[in-house]
């Protein structure tokens, strides 16, 4: 290091601090510690002041490879490199050691130790690698074989008979066929066949399937040849089979996994279809709904008109459900989180859906009383309850059967069946269930792989999504789902969500749109939807506010420095063309930090709140909402609330 100043060898001081690698400096002559950093005081705690043989090697005189000799006297200004397995803690180190000035004048030892130990590991497991390889080249077990000129067993080698099994004497006079998987039997005596009419050379790249004595399959892939005499006449084969069970194996698996990986990315490709379009439906639904209310509300009692308008509001719900089906399958569904019940869930379900049930199948209920919080929408778990309860009613179908809805609380998943599993579900103490298990006609293997599949249906007619839509559900609520199922034997679902150490939620009551607010305010409302724009307007006008509207992100800023004097709130949409709405935000903030925002999307909060994880909390309302909840948030944000 030289001559240095204090400052100077403060700031080394502070480097080496913050080196992750044990550093410390002895003095040669005494061995004396005088300086460890951190790194090397959380592995060898204190050691300064310690002789370093004794701090680090539990001697009681100076080590035998100490490196003072390396570094001092005419290799003074070289620096030395070891690799050292420490007696302590038994991992190895790569020691550099060089001699540097210490603030007092004197030349001292400094010396780093790099861990190299997963170096290490990793090198002798590829010297252990490359001895097995090396004994398997010295001793393949390969089959090694001769026959006869009518296919019996005349030799088989020693690494042949360990691969089979067999004695020798339970091969040897014994046709080849005897051994070949009956399933395989045709492709090798047709091979066979085939090379005796063409003569010399035999079957070469040949894969099948020999039989063990223990009745497992041996992949071989088989290379050999005939000898004939002067007149043609086969004489014997010889031929090696080499032994290709686990290369099959492993392709077998790699094509499960390359189907596995194909099917996740379809479905997360669906997923992102399916919430865009959901986004779009739920702007459009926006409009409709929005305009309906207003109608509603303008019409009189006696309005022929307003049978046909409820009619179109009823239909926009259960649109805007199906919107939320196509954002739950997307992942993109929890829209309004709470604690619930969810024994209270089925309960409060159970005359919907014996209502909607055939005739003919039984419901029956074991619901645990006083179950532990799950953290959920209620709306989507109410979702989940009625696909699981409406798929076992189709799989029951037109005969009489039975469906078994339960719930309880359970400390672990189940070992088998489990088909999807978030996290927070592998992860979590305890899980409250729900399992319906139907009496129906069951599934085989092939139909469960394709169940969560949106356009997969067992239905003539169908879409295939409610399933699709619960797989979405639980995965988006750190839950879990399990399949259990057998041909004519019915199907058990089971839904595992975490429990949470919270008093469960009390349910809100329904909000009134009042006629007419206190006090006039101006909001400004920003949507590049021009049905939506003009739905908000009239819904905000309804109840007294003074509405201005902006199209997209930069006429809504001119607007709001025109009128920031005036303008008491904003309802801004999130996804809007060129200018975002947290774009926007941003740039609302810098004209007015105080600046009051309502955020509005077709996604869910949780996805905004992905969008927006640089800025803080905001007002947020997902499309489409009435008339009454646009009117709350509203009048929460202008009060501070």
């Given at each position: 290091m030289g001559d240095r100043t204090d400052g100077e060898h403060s700031q080394i001081l502070s480097i080496f601090e913050s080196i992750d690698e044990p550093i410390y400096v002895t003095d040669p002559v005494t061995s004396d510690v005088l300086y460890a950093n951190q790194a090397c005081r959380r592995e060898f705690g204190e050691v300064t002041g310690k002789k370093c043989f004794e701090a680090f090697q539990d001697l009681d005189r100076p080590c035998p490879a100490c490196t003072n000799d390396l570094i001092f006297g005419e290799n003074l200004g070289k620096t030395h490199h070891r690799e050292i397995l420490h007696p302590k803690n038994r991992r190895w180190y790569r020691g550099i050691a060089r001699a540097i000035r210490w603030p007092d004048g004197r030349m001292v030892r400094y010396e780093m130790g790099i861990d190299i130990t997963d170096l290490k590991l990793v090198e002798a497991a590829l010297q252990e690698s490359e001895r097995r390889y090396r004994s398997l080249v010295e001793n393949v077990p390969d089959i090694i074989y001769s026959l006869d000129h009518e296919g019996r067993l005349t030799s088989v080698s020693e690494g042949g008979i360990a691969l089979l099994g067999y004695t020798k004497d339970q091969l040897i006079g014994h046709h080849f066929s005897e051994f070949v998987s009956p399933d395989d039997l045709d492709l090798t005596l047709g091979a066979f066949k085939t090379a005796l009419r063409n003569g010399r050379q035999g079957p070469r790249g040949l894969t099948f399937r020999l039989m063990r004595r223990d009745g497992g399959p041996l992949w071989v892939s088989l290379n050999s040849n005939m000898v004939f005499d002067e007149n043609g006449t086969f004489l014997e084969e010889h031929g090696v089979a080499r032994d290709i069970t686990a290369q099959k194996e492993a392709e077998e698996e790699r094509q499960r996994y390359e189907a596995q990986f194909l099917h996740t990315q379809k479905l997360e490709s669906l997923g992102v279809l399916a919430?865009?379009?959901?986004?779009?439906?739920?702007?459009?639904?926006?409009g409709i709904l929005g305009n309906v209310e207003i109608a509603l509300k303008l019409l009189p009692a006696d309005s022929m008109a307003r049978k046909h308008l409820v009619n179109i509001k009823q239909v926009s719900r259960r649109a805007?459900?199906?919107?939320?089906?196509?954002l739950a399958y997307s992942g993109r569904g929890q829209r309004e989180v709470k604690h619930v019940d969810m024994s209270d869930i089925v309960r409060e379900m159970t005359h919907l859906l014996e209502v909607s049930m055939s005739k003919k199948v039984t419901l029956e209920f074991d619901l645990e009383d006083d179950l532990p919080a799950v953290e959920a929408d209620p709306s989507q778990l109410r979702q989940v309850v009625m696909n699981l309860i409406t798929n076992a009613s189709e799989a029951v179908g037109d005969t009489a059967g039975t469906i078994v809805i339960s719930t309880c609380i359970v400390v672990r998943l189940p070992d088998e069946g489990v088909v999807c599993l978030a996290e927070e579900a592998r992860n979590t103490g305890s899980l409250v269930r729900l399992q319906v298990t139907d009496t129906g006609h069951g599934m085989d293997e092939a139909t469960i792989g394709r169940i969560f599949d949106p356009f997969f249906t067992t239905k003539f007619t169908g879409r295939g999504l409610g399933l699709a839509a619960v797989h979405g559900i639980i995965l988006k609520h750190g839950g879990a789902l399990a399949v259990a199922s057998q041909l004519g034997r019915g199907t058990t679902f089971q839904v595992y969500l975490p429990t949470v150490d919270a008093p469960v939620d009390e349910e809100e009551q329904s909000l009134e749109v009042p006629s007419r607010p206190e006090r006039r305010q101006t909001i400004l409302v920003v949507d590049d939807e021009e049905s939506v724009r003009a739905a908000v307007r009239h819904m905000l006008e309804f109840v007294g506010y003074t509405v201005i509207t902006a199209s997209e992100g930069a006429e809504a800023l001119r607007l709001y420095r025109e009128h920031a004097a005036k303008i008491s709130a904003v309802v801004?949409?999130?996804?809007?063309?060129?200018?975002?709405?947290?774009?926007?935000?941003?740039?609302?903030?810098e004209i007015n930090p105080d600046v009051k925002v309502l955020l509005s999307s077709g996604y869910d909060v949780s996805d905004v709140a992905k969008q927006l994880k640089d800025e803080e909390s905001v007002a947020f309302i997902q499309k489409p909402y009435r008339m009454s909840?646009?009117?709350e948030k509203v009048r929460r944000l202008l009060e501070g609330s």
């Open positions: 919430g865009g379009i959901a986004h779009d439906f739920n702007n459009l639904l926006m805007a459900d199906l919107a939320g089906q196509m801004l949409d999130l996804t809007m063309p060129r200018m975002s709405g947290g774009e926007v935000l941003h740039e609302l903030r909840q646009l009117h």
